[in-house]
């Protein structure tokens, strides 16, 4: 019964399928068990759901085939069980200037969907908006933590977004499950350190914490063993001094959401807050570069304008 409600909200409540609608499914080697089965939960609310398998992308924001690209424009509704993210890509920036609505949902499995599509997204439209606004309206964010994160940085005339799961309109975008708003910071303004202590997307969740250094609004040094080597190693292979850029910063709002290991969720939970480094060209940076990496810091301290907004993982704004 939970899976089946969970499917309901994602076709009924946050996609808004209808009967004479296309619903195109995108999958990969790795995923194209769980997209068979999201394709028999859509077919009773869509007009037709195709399948769409490519191969598994090497990282998360490389471009999936001219084919998928295509197809993705010619559809009204997109969803993206994917094991590695098509969000920050061209296709999916082109394919929603076409009118589509696409729910990306890299690394999703059937537990993750069980549990956090079951959640309250009313409760996170009202919270992620909340955010939203306050990140829009800010201009400086300082950001710490108990394991060392210290780190500030402008967001003076940034849009944020707030990734609340509704994909109702022509163009709509967002995760699936939901649960973030977000911002990219203004390019070249970031200075310090940030701990990364939940999970590294492309490595996993982390044994030991990862030490990045900031300067420049640029990753220069990771220190913290196998993982900051992956992460370095990651970026290092696009050959782009771009994807050192630091990209997003987030704050998690789905109660349902826990770390596991994967992104998708893992920026979601509420209590934690993420970077990114790579393109935030899909977010209103001026940074486009076919990677996107994001990280979880647990547990931070977060002041807006040198107002508080969270204390050692407690939002302090009102829910």
Known sequence: MELQRAYQTLA????????????????????????????????????????LKMKTRSRHGEEPPLLVAEAMGLAEVVIAPTTRSITH??????????????????????????RTLNADYNAIQELTHRLSNILTQGKTVEVSSALGTKITFAITGRQAIADTGMIKNPGDFGNLPAGEAYIAPLEGTAEGVIVFDGMIAGVGR????????IEGGKLVNAEGGAAARALTEMLAKVGNEQAYNLAEFGIGTNDKAMITGK??????????????????????????????????????????????IMIEGQLVIEQ
């Open 263 to 308: 992104i998708l969720e893992d920026e979601k939970v509420i209590g934690t807050i993420h970077f990114a480094f790579g393109d935030n060209a899909s977010m209103g940076g001026m940074v486009k570069v076919p990677i996107h990496v994001d990280g979880v810091v647990t547990k931070p301290t977060v002041k807006i304008d040198g107002n508080l």
């Open 12 to 51: 009924r409540d946050c996609l808004a399928i209808k009967k004479d609608e296309t619903v195109l499914i995108i999958v990969d080697d790795e995923s194209k068990e769980l997209g068979e089965t999201l394709e028999k939960a859509v077919r009773q609310y869509a007009g037709e759901a195709i399948l």
């Open 206 to 213: 982390l044994e030991d914490p990862i030490k990045a250094r």
């Open 89 to 114: 890509t061209e296709a999916r920036r082109k394919a929603c200037q076409r009118g589509a609505r696409i729910a990306s949902m890299p690394g999703i499995d059937l537990n993750m969907l069980t």
